[in-house]
């Protein structure tokens, strides 16, 4: 047995000789070759039975065609025959001479493997009533285009695919990761946190498919005081098992010591109301599926304060129905009028919303301004003057 490195294909080819694997089975290896019945041009002997299997390197099919064929006819090839096969299944049959205008013979057919491997059968029974030359065939090892075999979603590429002479590799479309298995493609969405009293998060890319094997967690975390509530939207789809709960996709909802989830399917999760300030999302996929995923809108919801009731003159802003922790009101006075809290004038007084549902403060009052003017007499102005 020697090794050669094939300059094209860049792969080791073993190059091995022809070697018994049972009685009348051949085994050819190189990339290319030739086969023939025995005695060749001269008759085959009678009552004979070969085999040759042909094996090329992984990510290369065989082609094989017939420079010559001239076997005994006989209906549905009883007597003798060439049998071409392929994973348990017979690609050809054939017998009888290139001049005549029988079905079986192969003439200018070529036949191509599925795969990396091919076998051809050679038999015949024991007359041979006029002299038949039999057969000579060619092989060779051609490349595979996997990028553009659909019929193995296991060679597939989630993005990209680039085929090259005995194999193809995948690629990704910018800001996705290729996955360890070397066709999908992954995102990297951990580590985000979400500090907005309001917000909107979702799968990536959404709502067109998420990506595959990937373990995506997000933070929403606002002010002590605040309890979070998050909406889903009605359009939720995430991969789902119709007997075991949610073993490939799923969403999963941990707000302090409580857990909700995990959520899969088309059933929106709908209303989620937390009594924690702090909420991680996680969201976990397989590498398999084409689904949508989801998106759900968090608000920031705070103990209620009572709306306060502005006395005589002073002006309030904002002016809200309805008033929550960390929420303000300004009061000033309308003109003419001074605002007075605990003994003290001040040009404005800010309360704010607590924690517990109860004001900083109390509104204050306004006072009405002297707006008399004492004029000063000529004296004091001239005097005045005369110091400047």
Same mark, same amino acid.
């Not at 070397?182 to 990506?211: A, H, I, Q």
């Not at 689904?291 to 759900?296: K, Q, S």
């Given at each position: 047995?020697?090794?050669?490195?094939?300059?094209?294909?860049?792969?080791?080819?073993?190059?091995?000789?022809?070697?018994?694997?049972?009685?009348?089975?051949?085994?050819?290896?190189?990339?290319?070759?030739?086969?023939?019945?025995?005695?060749?041009?001269?008759?085959?002997? @009678?009552?004979?039975?070969?085999?040759?299997?042909?094996?090329?390197?992984?990510?290369?099919?065989?082609?094989?065609?017939?420079?010559?064929?001239?076997?005994?006819?006989?209906?549905?090839?009883?007597?003798?025959?060439?049998?071409?096969?392929?994973?348990?299944?017979?690609?050809?049959?054939?017998?009888?001479?290139?001049?005549?205008?029988?079905?079986?013979?192969?003439?200018?057919?070529?036949?191509?493997?599925?795969?990396?491997?091919?076998?051809?059968?050679?038999?015949?029974?024991?007359?041979?009533?006029?002299? $038949?030359?039999?057969?000579?065939?060619?092989?060779?090892?051609?490349?595979?285009?996997?990028?553009?075999?659909?019929?193995?979603?296991?060679?597939?590429?989630?993005? $990209?695919?680039?085929?090259?002479?005995?194999?193809?590799?995948?690629?990704?479309?910018?800001?996705?990761?290729?996955?360890?298995?070397?066709?999908?493609?992954?995102?990297?969405?951990?580590?985000?946190?979400?500090?907005?009293?309001?917000?909107?998060?979702?799968?990536?890319?959404?709502?067109?498919?998420?990506?595959?094997?990937?373990?995506?967690?997000?933070?929403?975390?606002?002010?002590?005081?605040?309890?979070?509530?998050?909406?889903?939207?009605?359009?939720?789809?995430?991969?789902?098992?119709?007997?075991?709960?949610?073993?490939?996709?799923?969403?999963?909802?941990?707000?302090?010591?409580?857990?909700?989830?995990?959520?899969?399917?088309?059933?929106?999760?709908?209303?989620?109301?937390?009594?924690?300030?702090?909420?991680?999302?996680?969201?976990?996929?397989?590498?398999?599926?084409?689904?949508?995923?989801?998106?759900?809108?968090?608000?920031?919801?705070?103990?209620?304060?009572?709306?306060?009731?502005?006395?005589?003159?002073?002006?309030?802003?904002?002016?809200?129905?309805?008033?929550?922790?960390?929420?303000?009101?300004?009061?000033?006075?309308?003109?003419?009028?001074?605002?007075?809290?605990?003994?003290?004038?001040?040009?404005?007084?800010?309360?704010?919303?607590?924690?517990?549902?109860?004001?900083?403060? @109390?509104?204050?009052?306004?006072?009405?301004?002297?707006? @008399?003017?004492?004029?000063?007499?000529?004296?004091?102005?001239?005097?005045?003057?005369?110091?400047?």
């Amino acid at each position: 047995m020697t090794e050669l490195m094939d300059p094209i294909s860049s792969r080791l080819v073993l190059i091995l000789p022809l070697f018994s694997l049972g009685f009348g089975d051949q085994l050819l290896s190189e990339m290319f070759g030739s086969l023939q019945s025995p005695n060749f041009p001269d008759p085959y002997p @009678r009552e004979t039975d070969l085999r040759w299997n042909i094996s090329v390197p992984d990510g290369f099919q065989i082609k094989l065609y017939f420079s010559h064929f001239d076997l005994e006819p006989s209906y549905l090839c009883e007597y003798d025959y060439v049998k071409v096969e392929a994973e348990g299944e017979v690609l050809a049959l054939f017998c009888g001479r290139e001049d005549s205008d029988t079905e079986s013979v192969p003439s200018q057919q070529i036949i191509t493997s599925p795969r990396n491997f091919l076998s051809l059968q050679f038999s015949s029974d024991f007359s041979n009533e006029e002299r $038949f030359s039999g057969f000579m065939a060619h092989y060779s090892a051609v490349d595979v285009d996997e990028c553009s075999d659909q019929r193995d979603e296991d060679l597939l590429c989630d993005h $990209f695919c680039h085929n090259y002479i005995g194999g193809y590799y995948c690629s990704c479309r910018y800001g996705y990761l290729l996955h360890s298995d070397n066709r999908t493609c992954r995102v990297e969405c951990s580590g985000g946190v979400f500090r907005e009293r309001s917000g909107v998060l979702s799968s990536v890319d959404f709502p067109s498919p998420y990506p595959k094997s990937s373990e995506c967690s997000y933070r929403i975390e606002v002010d002590e005081g605040f309890k979070l509530r998050l909406q889903f939207d009605s359009s939720f789809d995430v991969e789902d098992h119709p007997d075991v709960s949610c073993p490939y996709d799923y969403v999963k909802i941990q707000a302090g010591s409580s857990e909700f989830g995990p959520f899969c399917g088309n059933r929106s999760p709908g209303t989620i109301e937390t009594s924690s300030n702090v909420v991680n999302v996680q969201f976990n996929s397989d590498n398999s599926g084409e689904n949508t995923g989801w998106r759900l809108t968090y608000t920031a919801i705070g103990s209620q304060c009572p709306v306060p009731e502005a006395p005589p003159n002073v002006l309030m802003n904002p002016v809200q129905s309805e008033y929550s922790f960390k929420d303000h009101v300004l009061f000033t006075c309308e003109p003419g009028y001074r605002l007075l809290q605990d003994g003290e004038f001040l040009d404005h007084l800010q309360i704010n919303c607590l924690v517990d549902g109860s004001w900083s403060g @109390r509104p204050p009052r306004c006072q009405k301004t002297d707006s @008399r003017r004492k004029r000063r007499s000529l004296s004091t102005v001239l005097a005045n003057h005369s110091l400047d």
